[in-house]
């Protein structure tokens, strides 16, 4: 049984940072592309970035270069450092990893932007 197991959230004031984890265990799985979500109160989960296998990186528009993702594939890793981060920021964020066409979820890391 395929587990992603997140870790890193917390409080955080305005303008800080944060690294969360993302470690993948249990089933040998080959893993390909790995990402981040996110999902605030009360509003849709909405994709925050990707690493591919070749560690291509794209991230979508509302990161405007605060964020980066970096992989270690020996320790089936995904990181998601965060900086300057806002209170907008404020969400649940969840790692995902695909291995085929299957998307395999965490059960989600709180991060909480606020003074």
């Known amino acids: 049984q395929v587990q992603l197991v997140e870790s890193g959230g917390g409080l955080v004031q305005p303008g800080g940072s944060l690294r969360l984890s993302c470690a993948v265990s249990?089933?040998?799985?080959?893993?390909?592309?790995m990402g981040w979500y996110r999902q605030a109160a009360g509003k849709q989960r909405e994709w925050v970035g990707t690493?591919?296998?070749?560690?291509?990186?794209h991230f979508a528009v509302f990161v405007k270069g605060r964020f980066t993702i970096s992989r270690d594939n020996l320790a089936n890793t995904v990181f998601l450092y965060m900086n300057n981060l806002k209170p907008e920021d404020t969400a649940a964020y969840y790692c995902?990893?695909?291995?085929?066409?299957?998307?395999?979820w965490g059960q989600g890391t709180q991060v909480t932007v606020s003074s």
């Open positions: 690493i591919t296998s070749e560690s291509t990186i």
């Open positions: 249990g089933s040998s799985i080959s893993v390909n592309d």
């Open positions: 995902s990893v695909w291995s085929g066409n299957t998307a395999y």
